[in-house]
């Protein structure tokens, strides 16, 4: 079973979560860095990991894939 979420990479910085993510899911195509604030659609795709971060470029939600 592939990962649906990553809780390990709440307090890392946005470009090395990123980097985990993609080197342990081949089936994620789009990683989105979410700034605090920013809309972002409802809709769920399964190639999709959103990184939602703080002001400072840090993630602070638990990302998961939708």
Do not use: C, K, N, Y
């Not at 700034?35 to 999709?48: A, E, I, K, N």
């Not at 990991?49 to 998961?64: K, M, T």
Request: proline letters at 8%; hydrophobic letters at 40%.
């Amino acid at each position: 079973m592939s990962t649906q979420e990553w809780p390990e990479l709440v307090g890392m910085a946005a470009e090395d979560a990123a980097a985990e993510i993609r080197r342990g899911s081949t089936h994620i195509t789009e990683l989105q860095v979410v700034p605090p604030g920013q809309l972002v659609t409802m809709d769920f795709r399964p190639d999709r990991v959103r990184l939602h971060v703080d002001a400072d470029g840090i993630v602070s939600r638990v990302p998961r894939i939708g």
